[in-house]
């Protein structure tokens, strides 16, 4: 008699067979550069004719962003600070917005298009196409624009309210980072709908039958049934933030390895870069996991 797999099983198979391609494609185009950018933080690498030599230093390298490089700690940091603040952000108003686009309405297609062309708009080839370019200037003025409604009037209008100054100040920024905030959040956005269209509206109407409000459903079926979608948009937005072209650390270890100290000091910002992208992703799953929901 064959043994027939269990559903779990089938399951865990599945989820197998879904990361094989990135298994695969990891193995085969990324390993041996990775496991590479390790030996290098750990040794000066020296150009030759004949392709290049490396010439061991231990810890040297990682000493040196530490304890003598300017620009490593404060970039470091400004970079940990920023993630902190704009993730939250992103998922709010991502999450907000697949609510309103999931709505039956006029226009819906249209509206679903707009909030889409963050993803485009950010494309690689779409940013460079925009350097130096007349509606960039304007675009750049608009945002001096709206510095102005982030300045004293607003200022002074939140401190009315008597909130703390330091909730003052995230809302102030957050304000000031709106354009930033709608262009990281298209794919959030996708994905936040396609799991509110995957919820069963016979819970709803079951719900509604029990006399449950809006509110009340959101809290008790929407918000939990979408708590694992919640947890995979956070830890793409965090990839995302980190790894952006326009993130000021992935800028600085570009420069170094071309025009600072060097590649092996570069591969040292790099590894330390990744380790730490490790540490917060390990945080952020072992935190919010308590929260998952999994419907069985």
């Known amino acids: 008699m064959k043994r027939r797999l269990t559903f779990r099983q089938r399951k865990i198979v599945a989820g197998y067979l879904f990361s094989l391609p990135f298994l695969l494609g990891f193995t085969l185009f990324f390993f041996y550069p990775f496991i590479q950018a390790f030996i290098f933080s750990f040794n000066e690498l020296v150009i030759t004719r004949e392709g290049f030599v490396l010439n061991f230093n231990g810890l040297g390298n990682y000493d040196y962003l530490l304890n003598v490089h300017p620009d ?171 790894l952006t072209t326009s993130n000021e650390l992935v800028m600085l270890v570009k420069d170094e390895a071309i025009m600072g100290a060097g590649y092996g000091v570069s591969m040292a910002m790099a590894v330390t870069y990744f380790l730490m992208i490790i540490i917060v992703l390990a945080i952020t799953i072992k935190v919010a996991s308590k929260w998952v929901f999994y419907q069985e």
């Open 72 to 242: 490593f700690l404060r970039v470091f940091v400004e970079t940990i600070l920023k993630m902190i603040t704009n993730v939250p952000l992103i998922l709010a108003f991502s999450f907000l917005a697949a609510l309103v686009l999931n709505q039956k309405f006029k226009g819906r297609f249209l509206a679903r298009t707009i909030f889409f062309l963050p993803v485009i708009m950010s494309a690689g080839i779409i940013i460079q196409m925009d350097i130096d370019d007349m509606v960039t200037q304007l675009l750049h003025g608009a945002r001096n624009a709206e510095l102005i409604f982030t300045g004293i009037g607003l200022r002074n209008l939140l401190m009315n309210t008597q909130l703390p100054e330091g909730f003052i100040e995230f809302i102030l920024g957050a304000v000031d980072r709106i354009p930033e905030i709608i262009r990281a959040s298209g794919i959030q956005i996708l994905i936040f709908l396609a799991g509110l269209q995957s919820i069963p509206p016979s819970i709803y109407e079951a719900a509604d039958v029990e006399g449950a409000t809006g509110w009340e459903s959101f809290w008790l079926i929407t918000l939990p049934i979408m708590s694992p979608i919640i947890l995979t948009n956070a830890v793409y937005t965090i990839i995302d933030s980190f």
